[in-house]
């Protein structure tokens, strides 16, 4: 690691290559994130798009059928009305209306007791017997006086349209409420001409047959749909056990239901719309859900069903491409950054070859090689450009060292003949001296005789005599002469060195 870390600090190209690397990486970073932020929004919007038009298209077709079994059940229960009092045709309007409706497995027309004398309990009941939704076999209709083990006066499908006195559909009838088939029943209370209600036109339906429709309807490979009740009990769910055994409240005290499920629920039941994930099974989900919203017709009667009806997708068929393609575009992404390191650290490392000849070179240079030679070059960029720079620096160097030398070499002549000339000048000063002395010795004789005579003329011009004086006179003059023939001697000897001096120069 130390090698590395001291190869990248001495390596130029290396450093460059991996500073283009570290900007390429952040700006891809960056546009990636960007990206699939925008593509992950995107592939959401499109799930939820498409599972609203899965579930608008599911409502849709179920909604017909509840349609279709409503005008069917409303046709007979105006004739049911018109013959109120003709209890033995009851039996056939059951019938009329099962054989005329395939979606009808079962009608029953019921009166409140003793509503016909004689008749304590009155039911006139056909349905298909052998009947399901994923075969044609033809169904035989078979003609019952009761409906299960318990008397139809205790069963929602009549204590409800009795009670709220509309028409109404029952939350799915399953296990001891049903014989052998799950249904919904379609509920119409007969009212007497008083107004109250004597009797109830229930018209079954089959949920597997709806759940033939919401199960079908797979907006992704391994999605499903579920529809739920009013009570929170499944109507429709590809687990079976869930629709005969359990129901969504279940699910809030269950210990090992995770909260996310519970939410889930929670905003199903409460007739809410939306996308939420879901944590099963230790699977990621998305459920997709909105109420079941039944089409406004004239004439019909629209109280609310408080069913809803959803999407469940696995994360996988949501985000599964997404992620893979997100793993490819990492893979592709580090070894193209790898990629660009090798191939910019050789791009870089080409480019600098004048560079590094040119570090060579000022080694060289540095120790005293200034006649290295650097070669022309043909690029015109900035290191091309340096390169010919350097070279004629170089060039000026190298010819400004040797004039250099030249001048160094003339001032060691130059400095040889100042030393010997300095040496003659301090020769002559010594010679200059030495006969300065020798003069001054010479002058010291006459000028003091010729003190004395002075002062001895100067002290007797009374007294002495005329004899005396001239030889005073004489005398006197004799050392004058002595010390300017002395003086002649020095000025002459002087001019003479002057001459020289100026001879050498």
């Not at 919904?184 to 209370?189: E, N, S, V, Y």
């Not at 391994?222 to 969504?248: C, M």
């Not at 809410?272 to 017709?297: A, H, Q, T």
């Not at 949501?318 to 990629?339: C, E, H, K, S």
């Amino acid at each position: 690691m130390l090698k590395l870390t001291k190869k990248i600090s001495e390596t130029l190209s290396l450093r460059l290559s991996l500073i283009v690397a570290c900007v390429v990486a952040v700006l891809l970073l960056v546009s990636l994130a960007v990206m699939f932020q925008f593509s992950r929004q995107t592939l959401r919007e499109r799930a939820m798009h498409n599972a609203e038009e899965t579930l608008d298209a599911t409502v849709q077709d179920i909604d017909n059928i509840l349609l279709s079994v409503e005008q069917s059940a409303g046709n007979i229960y105006w004739e049911v009305m018109a013959h109120l009092d003709e209890p033995d045709r009851m039996l056939n309007f059951s019938r009329r209306l099962v054989e005329c409706n395939p979606y009808v497995v079962g009608c029953a027309i019921v009166f409140k007791p003793n509503y016909y004398p004689g008749h304590e309990l009155f039911m006139a009941y056909v349905h298909r017997k052998g009947h399901s939704v994923t075969t044609n076999v033809a169904s035989e209709l078979v003609v019952q006086e009761t409906f299960t083990n318990r008397p139809y006066t205790e069963q929602v499908w009549y204590t409800e349209p009795m009670t709220v006195g509309h028409a109404c559909w029952t939350d799915p009838l399953k296990n001891d409420d049903t014989e052998n088939e799950a249904l919904i029943t379609f509920c119409l209370p007969i009212v007497d001409r008083s107004g109250h209600a004597v009797g109830v036109v229930a018209t079954d339906v089959a949920v597997e047959l709806i759940s033939q429709i919401v199960l079908s309807a797979k907006p992704s490979p391994n999605s499903y749909s579920t529809l739920l009740s009013r009570n929170g009990s499944y109507i429709v769910h590809p687990d079976k056990e869930k629709l005969t055994k359990q129901n969504v409240s279940s699910q809030f005290i269950n210990k090992n239901t995770h909260p996310s499920v519970v939410k889930a629920a929670k905003a199903m039941m409460s007739g809410e719309s939306g996308m939420l994930p879901l944590i099963m099974n230790d699977r990621e989900w998305y459920v997709v859900y909105k109420p079941f919203v039944r089409d406004e017709v004239v004439g019909r009667s629209m109280e609310s069903l408080s069913w809803s009806v959803g999407v469940v997708y696995p994360k996988d068929d949501i985000f599964g491409d997404y992620n893979r393609l997100l793993y490819l575009v990492l893979v592709i992404a580090f070894f193209g950054l790898i990629l660009v390191v090798v191939l910019s650290s050789m791009f870089t490392h080409r480019q600098l070859l004048p560079l590094n000849m040119l570090t060579e070179t000022a080694q060289q240079i540095s120790q005293g090689h200034y006649d290295v030679p650097i070669p022309d070059t043909v690029r015109t960029d900035e290191i091309g450009q340096l390169q010919d720079d350097f070279r004629q620096m170089q060039q000026s160097l190298a010819a400004q060292l040797t004039e250099l030398q030249r001048l160094n070499s003339q001032l060691k002549e130059r400095s040889v003949e100042l030393q010997r000339a300095n040496r003659k000048a301090q020769e002559a000063d010594r010679m200059k001296t030495n006969f300065l002395h020798l003069v001054t010795n010479k002058l010291m004789d006459p000028a003091e005789a010729l003190t004395t005579h002075v002062a001895t003329l100067c002290d007797n011009y009374h007294t002495i005599s005329p004899e005396d004086a001239a030889q005073e006179i004489t005398n006197i003059r004799q050392q004058g002469n002595t010390i300017v023939d002395l003086l002649d001697d020095m000025i002459h000897s002087a001019d003479n060195e002057t001459g020289k001096e100026d001879a050498h120069e």
